[in-house]
């Protein structure tokens, strides 16, 4: 069973100001974690991933996340917002299986992005 | 390119009427799934296929059926589609070991 939460289903910051959108999981077999990105009126598109390698991981955008297997959790973080990084972020957990699997999306996080 | 295309993006029908999105791929992945997003619920899974005429239930099927005959088209079929089934539909596909799925642009179904 897996599961994924994303705290906040709307977060607001200023132009310049850090990114930090939270992303807790649930699985009972090591995860593979994803972030995707939707902007309005699109489909979504893959930011970053983490299988296992590296812990720190860096996506597209200049957005990155780490894994913390201790607290279970993915952050996805950007230092410094732009006006188009506004859009839809969801977080998403998939079991290592070797060959796809299913993948269980969290409700989503809207960000805006302000003057 | 690396295709996922679905057809059509937009569909207004009304309750009863027999219904198939298309969805088709071209980068040969075994895997293909459909999920449905609606506001506050995320992405939610129908129906996957883990290859030619191997489909399973996801999370949300009722009201759903799917076909796997080839390996690039899983279209979608909605029998007698209902006012519950409108929202926003994506296909995705998956190939190799590390579960990255691809998705499609959408469709946007509404059932009045």
Known sequence: AQSVTQLGSHVSVSEGALVLLRCNYSSSVPPYLFWYVQYPNQGLQLLLKYTSAA???KGING???????????????????????????????SGRGGTASKLTFGTGTRLQVTL | EAQVTQN?????TVTGKKLTVTCSQNMNHEYMSWYRQDPGLGLRQI?????VEVTDK????????????EKRNFPLILE???????SLYFC???GGSTDTQ????GTRLTVL
């Open chain 2, 92 to 94: 995705a596909t998956a």
């Open chain 2, 80 to 86: 007698s589609p209902s006012p519950n089934q409108t």
């Open chain 2, 58 to 69: 996801g999370d949300v099927p009722e009201g759903y059926k799917v076909s796997r005959k």
């Open chain 1, 55 to 57: 812990t720190l991981v």
């Open chain 2, 47 to 51: 129906y996957y296929s883990m290859n």
């Open chain 2, 102 to 105: 691809y998705f499609g642009p």
């Open chain 2, 8 to 12: 059509p993006r937009y569909l207004i």
């Open chain 1, 63 to 93: 957005f990155e996340a780490e894994f913390k297997k201790s607290e279970t959790s993915f952050h996805l973080t950007k230092p410094s917002a732009h006006m188009s990084d506004a859009a839809e972020y969801f977080c998403a957990v």
